[in-house]
């Protein structure tokens, strides 16, 4: 009986380890699979675009003639555009993040807000882009500024950094919390130095998503009516502009080839502008992670 019963437990382990190596072989195919099609993306973009990328390029504006075409007016107005996503959307994120963990009480109301929040999470881009013609554009009249498709913007990743910020400061063990309150500081005190320290590196784990969604997001402006040429950058926030996305946009639909490898080329500029964000956020990431 023992004998039998041993062999019964065999049996099953055996059955369980073939399981186990289906499942790994089966996800390290979908990894596999998608490093392949990231692969063959990459070196199609490279190989169309690179022989478009020198200084004529960086420093030209948009032209009818794919030789003479440039980003520079494009990379402008991005850097613009980012430029205020990126410090409306994380103050208003973490505030809104700090509220709703360290001073809202848990009743039906605020759980509801917390639940409606996530949900946003998932609304399409371009249900955005219609709130913000509709509030941002006409409303306050701001047209086609960089200061409207920011805030529409702003409103597209906001649900995303909220998120991560409540997750993060959730994270934060209550010990820390105790032990400042135990040295005499305030609340306020507490989440200034204790909290948000600690809390920054999932933070920003968040933020770097929200912000390579926005970066390369092309509905919202599409809806807001910005153009796909601009032959002059913005020199302030309420001045109109164009951006990367709806700068390759226009060279992607024309019917000339050559267009074809000049958009491949702004893919670069795109890639690697999204990098260096990316890589910043990471290094002050890892920074404040190797404190707490």
Do not use: C
């Not at 990894?31 to 030209?60: C, E, H, M, N």
């Not at 409540?166 to 507490?190: C, F, H, N």
């Not at 909290?195 to 390579?212: E, Q, R």
């Amino acid at each position: 009986m023992k004998h039998i019963n041993q062999d019964n437990v065999l049996k099953k382990m055996s059955s369980r380890l073939a399981v186990n190596q289906i499942f790994r072989a089966l996800f390290f195919l979908a990894t596999l699979f998608g490093l392949v099609v990231l692969a063959v993306l990459l070196y199609r973009v490279f190989t169309q675009g690179i022989g478009y990328l020198d200084l004529q390029f960086l420093q030209s504006v948009g032209s009818r003639f794919p030789e003479k075409a440039g980003i520079y007016a494009a990379l402008i107005g991005s850097l613009w555009l980012m430029a205020v996503v990126v410090v409306v959307s994380f103050i208003l994120a973490v505030g809104t993040a700090i509220y709703l963990e360290e001073y809202a009480k848990q009743n039906k109301v605020n759980n509801f807000i917390k639940v409606n929040i996530s949900n946003l999470a998932g609304v399409p881009s371009v249900v955005f882009g219609l709130l913000g013609l509709t509030i941002f554009a006409r409303m306050f009249a701001l047209g086609q500024s960089v200061l409207a498709a920011g805030l529409t913007m702003s409103l597209l990743i906001l649900p995303v950094i909220i998120v991560a910020a409540q997750e993060a400061i959730r994270a934060v063990p209550k010990d820390l919390r105790d032990a400042s309150y135990a040295m005499g500081a305030t609340k306020w005190q507490t989440i200034i130095r204790v909290v948000l320290p600690a809390a920054i590196p999932g933070i920003l784990t968040g933020s770097i998503l929200a912000f390579s969604r926005a970066i390369g997001e092309t509905a919202p402006l599409v809806v807001l009516g910005v153009p796909t040429i601009l032959l002059f950058t913005p020199a302030s926030i309420m001045d109109t502009f164009t951006a990367l996305p709806m700068q390759i946009y226009d060279w992607t639909r024309r019917p000339q080839a050559a267009f074809h490898d000049v958009a491949s080329a702004g893919i670069i500029i795109l890639l690697l502008l999204l990098l260096f964000m990316n890589s910043v956020a990471v290094f002050i990431r890892n920074k404040f992670q190797n404190r707490f």
